[in-house]
């Protein structure tokens, strides 16, 4: 069965860093890409960035781009999220999602979620 | 502001078929496949449809997609109580690189 479970939110102050987390089980990790999507309470769905499979291509969505950092470790099977100079803005529950092979951003996993705050 | 236009909410009684409309570009619906996804109160999205129309295994046949030119639409017969949940387009766009999803479109069972 696939599992994502995405951990290391919390509440953390405007301008403070925060590392996310997606632990991966029940299938080949490092053979597929891997997405973080964010949703702000109360809205709607914004993908923040994907990494391949081998983590040769990185994209972020233009909001995020600078600021944060996707990784993985294949070894771990592991994604990871590093969050700097975070903005309210950027309060949300992060998603951990696994792309589903079919090069058509479509995303056929997802996890539980963790939720950021950013507040003084 | 959403970069694909859906309506805000639906509606529709039990037995009933309603369809959600999703609006893009060229740059999005127009050159790349449409997906859709559900998101039940309090859960995480769930993939409902990808190419346009096809199902992953699990969705009930009552799900369907369908995409013209720069719109595409999902469509729900036989509506049942618990269809009620957020639905979301989804395309990528090759001028962001990376995928744009609908503002979400409520429906409610009444």
């Known amino acids: 069965e696939v599992q994502l479970v995405e951990s290391g939110g919390g509440l953390v102050k405007p301008g403070g860093s925060l590392r996310l987390s997606c632990a991966a089980s029940?299938?080949?990790?490092?053979?597929?890409?891997m997405n973080w999507v964010r949703q702000a309470p109360g809205k709607g769905l914004e993908w923040v960035s994907s990494i391949s499979s081998s983590s040769s291509y990185i994209y972020y969505a233009d909001s995020v781009k600078g600021r944060f950092t996707i990784s993985r470790d294949n070894t771990k099977n592991s994604l990871y999220l590093q969050m700097n100079s975070l903005r309210a803005e950027d309060t949300a529950m992060y998603y951990c999602a696994r792309d589903s092979g079919r090069w058509e951003g479509d995303f056929d996993y997802w996890g539980q979620g963790t939720l950021v705050t950013v507040s003084s | 502001q959403s970069v694909l236009t859906q309506p805000p909410s639906a509606s529709g009684t039990p037995g009933q078929r309603v369809t959600i409309s999703c609006s893009g570009s060229?740059?999005?619906?127009?050159?790349?496949?449409v997906n859709w996804y559900q998101q039940l109160p309090g859960t995480a999205p769930r993939l409902l449809i990808y190419s346009n129309n096809q199902r992953p295994s699990g969705v009930p046949g009552r799900f369907s997609g369908s995409k013209s030119g720069t719109s595409a639409s999902l469509a729900i017969s036989g509506l049942q109580s618990e269809d009620e949940a957020d639905y979301y387009c989804?395309?990528?766009?090759?001028?962001?690189?990376?995928?744009?999803f609908g503002g979400g479109t409520k429906l409610t069972v009444l």
């Open positions: 029940g299938f080949t990790f490092s053979s597929y890409s």
């Open positions: 989804a395309a990528w766009d090759d001028s962001l690189t990376g995928p744009v």
């Open positions: 060229s740059s999005n619906i127009g050159s790349s496949a």
